[in-house]
């Protein structure tokens, strides 16, 4: 079991649906951070929350919408994907935000498997 | 522009035996290197971290090496088990960004 908690553990949704992914996490962690993970390749960062703020966006098509509520929670909100959309999104929390300095290590929840038809 | 890069060709070793991961860099020197563990429908899991000013990192039967100079980290499993088997993941941080992640060496360990 994971200190990070993602829900749905699979999803499937139509290309017209709205649907969110939702990810939690008790450790007092602030920084917050998606990644994507399609078969057999690695992760890909898609954003970083640190302290509740966006500050990192890698370039992501809107469809994909995050919001951070609190320092617990993390959203992602999806809209009218696309079937290579399909893969495993995964939530992932570290004490300060990686990058500038900071070499905190990343604790990755077991992820949301996605499914667009 | 930054690259990282791990052999795709996964590892076959035998049990007991020691298992060598390579992650190689280039364009860039990050200060620091974390290598992770993943299993197959599961998230990473942070295994070390090893610094620029670290030549070498140890944790129980892991061991990680840090070469600045031929921009390379090895990853080393000592007494191989076949509860090590699954894909290894080296990870430096590219600039000011989060880590990003080698393409991972799938490692096998036969009975």
């Known amino acids: 079991d994971t200190e990070v908690t993602q829900t749905p553990k699979h999803l499937v949704m139509g290309m017209t649906n709205k649907k969110s992914l939702k990810c939690e996490q008790h450790m007092g962690h602030r920084a917050m951070y998606w990644y994507k993970q399609k078969a057999k390749k690695p992760p890909e960062l898609m954003f970083v929350y640190s302290y509740e703020k966006l500050s990192i966006n890698e370039s992501v098509p809107s469809r994909f919408s995050p919001e951070c509520p609190n320092s617990s929670l993390l959203n992602l909100h999806l809209h009218a994907l696309q079937p290579e959309d399909s893969a495993l999104y995964l939530c992932?929390?570290?004490?300060?935000?990686?990058?500038?300095?900071?070499?905190?290590?990343?604790?990755f929840g077991n992820g949301t498997r996605l499914t667009v038809t | 522009s930054q690259k990282i890069e791990q052999n795709s060709e996964a590892l076959n070793i035998q049990e007991g035996k020691t298992a060598t991961l390579t992650c190689n860099y280039t364009n860039y020197s990050p200060a620091y290197l974390q290598w992770y563990r993943q299993d197959p429908g599961r998230g990473p899991v942070f295994l070390l971290l090893i610094r620029e000013n670290e030549k070498e990192k140890r944790k129980e039967r892991l061991k990680v090496t840090f070469d600045t100079t031929l921009k390379q980290s090895l990853f080393h499993i000592t007494a191989s088990q076949p509860a090590d088997s699954a894909t290894y993941l080296c990870?430096?941080?590219?600039?000011?960004?989060?880590?990003?992640f080698g393409s991972g060496t799938r490692l096998q360990v036969q009975p």
């Open positions: 990870a430096p941080p590219t600039g000011r960004r989060a880590l990003t």
């Open positions: 992932a929390s570290s004490q300060d935000r990686q990058g500038g300095g900071y070499n905190s290590p990343l604790h």
